[in-house]
């Protein structure tokens, strides 16, 4: 009986000279969970996503020059209508998704965290408006520079950003946005 009153004196003032202590490491593991989460708090999307459909771009190019085609078609009153109304579309979804993200302070650039979660305005007709924009002036850019394999191309494009930039951000705003993402998730497609 009298060892378990002095083990228990012991615990007593051991507990009492760590008490002014408690506070620093508890700030210490506070400032640690903080700078973990800013590390990891992110998409993980390293280049920007207008790259991607540069480069597949200049490749369709490079491929035209290596593997001809004709351009004749190209050359058509409809085609150059097409690329018109390609590049209206891209632009008219394009423009207010940047103009909604600068309104709310949220950042374009892929590897820093979003602010809020974007589900209005043209973001309630597709969750990735400047990605869908961005295809479609590829789209409308290839029927003026008349190059087939900018067409044959395009579902390497879609495929390299859902792959290498859509998913990653959508696993992103999973964990940042949860229960609100994953409503939103339900209600508006990827594309369109």
């Known amino acids: ?28 593991n506070t400032m640690t969970m ?43 009153t409809l085609f150059l209508i097409l690329g018109v109304v390609f590049i209206s579309i891209g632009i008219i979804m394009l423009l207010p998704a ?3 993200f600068f309104k709310t302070k949220n950042t ?12 209005s305005g043209i973001y309630s007709i ?9 295809l479609s002036l590829y789209i409308g850019i290839a029927f003026f520079k008349g190059n087939y394999w900018t067409f044959m191309l395009i579902p390497i494009v879609i495929f390299v950003v859902t792959y290498f930039v859509i998913l990653k951000e959508e696993k992103y705003l999973d964990r940042a946005f949860g229960v609100d993402y994953n409503a939103y998730r339900q209600k508006v497609r990827r594309w369109i």
């Not at 597709?126 to 961005?134: E, T």
């Open 34 to 76: 903080k700078t973990k989460k800013n590390k990891i708090d992110h998409p993980g999307v390293y280049l920007p996503p207008p790259l991607f459909y540069v480069l597949i771009f200049l490749s369709s190019i490079l491929l035209q020059n290596q593997f001809p085609f004709s351009r004749a078609l190209f050359e058509t």
């Open 108 to 119: 374009l650039i892929p590897n820093k965290p979003a602010n809020s979660l974007q589900t």
């Open 1 to 28: 009986m009298e060892n378990n009153v002095q083990k228990r004196k012991t615990i007593d003032n051991t507990a009492m000279l760590c008490r002014p202590f408690t506070h620093v490491i508890d700030n210490y």
């Open 126 to 134: 597709s969750r990735n408006p400047m990605y869908l924009g961005l």
């Open 98 to 100: 940047l103009i909604k």
